[in-house]
C-alpha cells in the first residue's frame, strides 16, 4: 500500500527557490526513509537529498546549504526546499520511499539501478526547470 507523489514542480528562476512536495501514503513517517533523487537531460538518475527514519537529513554536496529536506508529520509529507536555484539543478524530480530501513539507503552504485534497488516506491516525478 506504500505509495508516494510528488508535486510542486514548475519554473524557476536562476538564483530563485521552488519546493516540492512528496506526499507519503501506506505508512507514516516513522517506518520509511524518504530520498529525493533527479534526472537532468542526459544525464543519470542523481540523489540529492533524504531523510531517515529517525528525521536524519543527507544531502549531495553539490546542494548542501541551498537545499532543505524537510517533514510534516501531520500531513504526512516531506518537502524539499530548493533555494538558489542553479542550471544545472533542473531536471525531473522524484521521491521514493524505502519502508523499514533504520537509516537512509545508499547502495554501492548510485546510478538508477543502483538507486532503485533500495528505494522500492516511486513517484511519478516533478519537472523543475530553469528559466533563462
Known amino acids: 500500500q506504500l505509495s508516494v507523489v510528488e508535486s510542486g514542480g514548475g519554473l524557476v528562476q536562476p538564483g530563485g527557490s521552488l519546493r516540492l512536495s512528496c506526499l507519503v501514503s501506506g505508512l507514516t513517517l516513522e517506518y520509511v526513509a524518504i530520498g529525493w533523487f533527479r534526472q537532468a537531460p542526459g544525464k543519470e538518475l542523481e540523489g540529492i537529498s533524504c531523510?531517515?527514519?529517525?528525521?536524519?537529513?543527507d544531502y549531495l554536496e553539490s546542494v548542501k546549504g541551498r537545499f532543505t529536506i524537510s517533514s510534516d508529520n501531520g500531513k504526512n509529507t516531506v518537502y524539499l526546499e530548493m533555494n538558489s536555484f542553479e542550471h544545472n539543478d533542473a531536471g525531473i524530480y522524484y521521491c521514493a520511499a524505502a519502508p523499514f530501513r533504520p537509516n537512509c539507503p545508499i547502495p554501492r552504485r548510485r546510478g538508477e539501478e543502483g538507486w532503485k534497488s533500495v528505494y522500492g516506491n516511486w513517484g511519478q516525478g516533478t519537472q523543475v526547470t530553469v528559466s533563462s
Open positions: 531523510m531517515s527514519r529517525n528525521g536524519r537529513t
